[in-house]
């Protein structure tokens, strides 16, 4: 039928063995498909993992395919270029947590990825994956770090990319994609307009890899490997609470699964967990669902300076509710205001600069906390996903130096009151 399809009969997915439907568990073979044909749920990959042991991670390279016997990808990943992300530091964040008055919380600073976001992630397994469907072009629709993420994994391969954003996005997302001189394409609408439009493209071009739409279920195993660094870094255990930010909901889904795998194949012991889900109130259809008690979302259209956050119709919202139920978790919202201040605070506290994502993952922490549903005396992880030199806009005007003077002591000291 297309130059897509007719090779997936002979895919190397590593551990991957089929594709199973969300709701029902219908099961068919792997390939580039994303809504199971029999109950019109999502597709998520299945595995046979055999024994995987703690050793063989370790002996891995210092990126996310040390993680490769869990993830979707071939079985020589490593040897075939991509951008290599993970592997990005925890820090133990003693001063935020004495600013939040709890006892230990943990930073997980995605920011050290190549294109400076978690997107790197799921994009590189995205990547892998379409490769052996042989496919020729990646693609996405985007809110900004999936933009660069995508654009930089082309360049990097040698392929094609199509990049589709809103055309309101931030000026440092639109030139920190547009660098690596792919087809990036503005489109007049909001996010859920530039979605659909990436639906409909996907079905008309068969060798377009979109990554969050018919390669979704490879791309969004991605996310896995922020828990298993997580579990790995804190010495091969799992922490007893986590906050992580709400977009479509897939992040926050698949950090649960990974967890979850780790316990199954006995890396980790399986100790409870508690996941916990952070939105901007201008773009909160998961958090309100939360707070009325639905289990699903009502679509809203965004309002929010946390733009990579900002989808209002997430797929993955009815599966985040599940996760944070099940899990005994709980999904809050901060306001615009809220958002600058938790960028400052982390900034302030461990000297780590995050874009509004970030900011409202830790404002709603401390809202948390301060509610009382983040247990002080639990030990957190923070997932901080993004880097504030992209979402600049945020801060400009808000801050600033203290003074201007002229290339003198005495003016420093008296600026100083020193
Ligand atoms: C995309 C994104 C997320 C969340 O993504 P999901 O769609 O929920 O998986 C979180 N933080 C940043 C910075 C992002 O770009």
Redesign the pocket.
């Known amino acids: 039928m297309t130059a897509a399809l007719e090779t997936t009969k002979s895919v190397d997915l590593g551990p991957a063995v089929e594709l199973v439907s969300k709701e029902e568990g219908h099961r068919q073979p792997l390939a580039p498909e994303f809504v199971s044909a029999e109950d019109f749920s999502p597709l998520e990959v299945a595995y046979d993992f055999g024994r995987v042991r703690r050793e063989d991670i370790e002996a891995g390279p210092r990126n996310i395919w040390r993680y490769k016997r869990l993830l979707p990808v071939p079985s020589n990943v490593e040897e075939i270029p991509n951008t290599e992300p993970g592997c990005t530091r925890l820090v133990r964040a003693d001063r935020l947590a004495k600013a939040l008055g709890v006892k230990r919380i943990w930073v997980k600073d995605d920011t050290g990825n190549p294109t400076h ?3 790197d992630r799921v994009v590189a397994v995205a990547l892998a994956a379409a490769r052996e469907f042989g496919f020729d072009t990646l693609a996405c629709p985007s ?4 933009a660069n993420a995508v654009a930089a994994a082309a360049a990097r391969a040698g392929w094609q990319s199509v990049v589709l954003i809103p055309s309101s996005l931030e000026r440092a997302k639109i030139l920190t994609t547009a660098v690596y001189d792919g087809a990036l394409i503005a489109v007049d609408g909001n996010y859920d307009d530039v979605n659909r439009l990436a639906t409909q493209l996907a079905a008309e071009h068969e060798t377009w890899a979109f990554v969050n739409v018919n390669v979704r279920p490879y791309y ?1 195993e991605g ?1 896995k490997t922020l828990a298993f660094e997580v579990a790995e870094q804190l010495g091969w255990r799992l922490p007893e609470q986590i906050v992580v ?8 889904t698949k950090v649960d699964k990974g967890f979850r795998e780790l316990g199954q194949l006995g890396l980790v012991d399986e100790s409870p967990y508690k996941v916990f889900g952070a939105q901007a109130t201008g773009c909160s259809p998961v958090s309100a669902a939360f707070r009325n008690g639905h289990d699903v979302v009502q679509p809203v259209k965004p309002d929010t300076i946390a733009r ?2 900002a ?1 209002g119709n ?1 797929a ?1 919202g009815p599966y985040v509710l599940d996760t944070v139920n099940r899990t005994g978790g709980a999904i809050e919202d901060v306001s615009d205001e809220e958002v600058v201040e938790g960028i400052r605070l982390l900034a302030r506290t461990e000297g780590i600069f995050t ?1 509004t ?2 900011g409202v993952t830790v404002a709603t922490a401390k809202k948390l906390i301060e509610t009382g549903r983040l247990d002080p005396d639990a030990e957190t992880v923070l997932l901080i ?2 880097d504030g030199l992209k979402t600049l806009d945020a801060v400009e005007g808000k801050i600033g130096p203290k003074a201007t003077v002229p290339p003198s002591a005495d003016a420093v000291n008296e600026v100083l009151g020193r």
């Open positions: 976001s978690f997107k809110t900004g770090n999936l969004s996310s930010p709400i977009a479509s909901g897939s992040q926050l990579s956050l989808i997430p993955d874009e994502a970030g996903t993004g």
